[in-house]
């Protein structure tokens, strides 16, 4: 029998090789290559600590597989942003089990971003550009794009299918279709606007704070100087090559001030040239999806009927979600999707005892 454990390091192995293939740069492809290597170094020790022949076994799951195919179509920094997810959870999980037995953390714990950042650093032919190119990757929107689109859809589907039991309890099924279309557009509309105004609001929060920077750039260029020389001391630079390094900074305040923008504030440029209406629009359609499906029974039939496939409906909708969420926690398939099942059952389970309860005091 398979060990998850040895699972995990042959689909990092596999997405890591995947990622390689389809990298243009060379550096960084490199990189991705040593990362494969590191992987199988990881299986062939799991494996023969498990008494597996690992040839035998070494082949990718079905989540990886998907992962894949999302790269293929979407491109392949979704599988990065999955896998760094992925990574951190694990990593998370080590570092709690060491603290429950009071074991000496002893930095393996660590996610693989800084491993894969240390290796870039290593590279001889690497550059400034590259590496400024890498470390947006692995904070870009790949993990944080799957999770928003899992997310919008269980809000919308356990949201709308705990309001239509509700109503469904009360009312013996009747009026639910009203109830359900009206829920769909008020928490999809809900939702985006609360996405604009997060965009929005961090935008301009961001903004300020580097028209700030600038300001004390022009106005202070020797305390600025002083903060340069502080940040690269930090890392372990000289501090008299720090200072050297920050008077040559500060010859273009430009150049300057992104880099006091990226280290003393931290914030990701690129970040800020996301649309807020996107969001917004993204938002609407992910969370519409998913209060559609315990409604559009109600479209096809009425009554008990109409409940039962609500609720059949329902149930799929919450399985594959849950086991979409495993796309970044690397959780069981089976056990994340039934688990989702159970908690949104529960939840409409309860409103529609509520709703039942309201319709008899109003009988």
Not at 8 to 25: C, F, G, P, R, V
Not at 157 to 186: C, P, R, W
Request: hydrophobic share 45%; with cysteine; glycine share 10%.
């Amino acid at each position: 029998m398979k060990n998850a454990n040895l699972q995990t390091e042959i689909d990092a192995w596999y997405l890591y090789k995947k990622l390689a293939e389809n990298e243009e740069d060379p550096v960084v492809a490199n990189v991705f290559r040593q990362m494969s290597e590191i992987e199988m170094s990881h299986a062939v020790v799991f494996s023969k600590k498990a008494g597996i022949d690992l040839n035998s076994i070494l082949k990718p799951s079905s989540r990886a597989k998907i992962l894949n195919s999302i790269g293929r179509i979407f491109g392949y920094d979704y599988v990065l942003g999955a896998l760094m997810e992925t990574e951190k959870s694990i990593s998370s999980a080590m570092i709690n089990t060491r603290n429950k037995n009071n074991q000496e953390l002893t930095g393996s714990e660590l996610n693989h971003v800084k491993i894969l950042r240390g290796i870039l650093e290593k590279e001889k032919m690497v550059t400034g550009a590259q590496l400024s190119r890498f470390e947006k990757r692995h904070r870009s929107v790949g993990g944080n794009a799957i999770r928003a689109a899992v997310l919008g859809g269980n809000d919308g589907l356990v949201s709308n299918f705990s309001l239509i039991m509700g109503v469904a309890g009360a009312t013996e099924g009747q009026g639910v279709l009203l109830s359900g279309v009206a829920g769909l557009l008020a928490g999809a509309l809900s939702m985006a606007l609360g996405e604009w105004i997060s965009v929005k609001s961090s935008q301009e929060l961001y903004e300020n704070q580097m028209q700030l920077e600038m300001e004390e750039i022009e106005l202070n260029p020797e305390g600025e100087i002083k903060e340069l020389a502080l940040i690269y001391m930090a890392k372990g630079i000289d501090e008299n090559k720090a200072h050297e390094m920050a008077l040559e900074i500060m010859k273009d305040k430009d150049h300057a001030h992104k880099i006091l923008v990226s280290e003393e504030l931290g914030i990701n440029t690129e970040e800020l040239k996301g649309s807020a209406m996107e969001a917004a629009i993204s938002s609407f359609v992910l969370f519409a999806i998913g209060a559609f499906i315990p409604v559009f029974p109600f479209m096809l039939t009425t009554g008990t009927k109409a409940i039962v496939i609500s609720v059949i409906c329902s149930a799929f909708g919450l399985f594959g979600i849950g086991a979409a969420i495993t796309l970044f926690t690397g959780r069981n398939v089976w056990y994340s999707g039934l688990r989702q099942v159970v908690f949104g059952l529960i939840a409409a389970a309860i409103t529609f005892g509520i709703g039942s309860l309201i319709g008899v005091s109003l009988g």
